[in-house]
């Protein structure tokens, strides 16, 4: 069982809208961290949470320790977005959510 | 400019052959690591090390083999006995063990069996 959980797996929405990626995790964590893998296959990494928000242009992620979750946001959304957005957690911080095909059409 | 570079982007393995990617880090990390991706899957570790000269197995390390001689260098090797090789596999670094630090990835090598 993967310990990291993202939903939705697919998202397809229009420019401009809000987008809100969840991610859930079952065993305590030192850091949660967001990341981006472009068409091409790259992957950069968005944010590195302990507690709290970040916020970085148009994207804010937060955690809820207790809860053990976590969101991305990305606001006024641009095709440009479009990505895989994955989590990465797990107790060694070595576990991958499946990732969330996000897709904004103009 | 510092980073990961990975060779070759794409790769094809005739049957029973075994094929090596190269992984060349100039960050000067301590850990590196090898992740395998299938479509609809997350990443999924193969191998990594903390250490030149010391390496551990990941959660799918069976058909895959690697070394480290030095701190620059993780190369994989995909073998005969990985009977279902083709997918998306990257190589990534920290300064020192994971934990709470951040990755960074190389470009990506795109495997196909002949």
């Known amino acids: 069982k993967n310990e990291v959980e993202q939903s939705p797996q697919n998202l397809t929405a229009q420019e401009g809208e809000f987008i809100t990626i969840n991610c859930s995790y079952s065993v305590g964590i030192s850091a949660l961290h967001w990341l981006q893998q472009h068409p091409g296959g790259g992957i950069v990494s968005l944010f590195m949470?302990?507690?709290g928000k970040k916020k970085h242009g148009r994207l804010i992620a937060t955690i809820n320790i207790q809860e053990k979750h976590s969101s991305l946001h990305i606001t006024a959304s641009h095709p440009r977005d479009s990505a895989v957005y994955i989590c990465r957690g797990g107790a060694d911080g070595l576990t991958f959510g499946k990732g969330t095909h996000l897709i904004i059409q103009p | 400019d510092g980073g990961i570079t990975q060779s070759p982007k794409y790769l094809f393995r005739k049957e029973g052959q075994n094929v090596t990617l190269s992984c060349e880090q100039n960050l000067n990390h301590d850990a590196m690591y090898w992740y395998r991706q299938d479509p609809g899957q997350g990443l999924r570790l193969i191998y990594y090390?903390?250490?030149?000269?010391?390496?551990q197995k990941g959660d799918i390390a069976e058909g895959y083999s690697v070394s480290r001689e030095k701190k620059e260098s993780f190369p994989l090797t995909v073998t005969s006995a990985q009977k279902n090789p083709t997918a998306f596999y990257l190589c990534a670094s920290t300064p020192q063990r994971v934990g709470k630090n951040i990755q960074y990835f190389g470009a990506g090598t795109r495997l196909s069996v002949l």
């Open positions: 949470l302990s507690s």
């Open positions: 090390s903390q250490i030149v000269n010391d390496f």
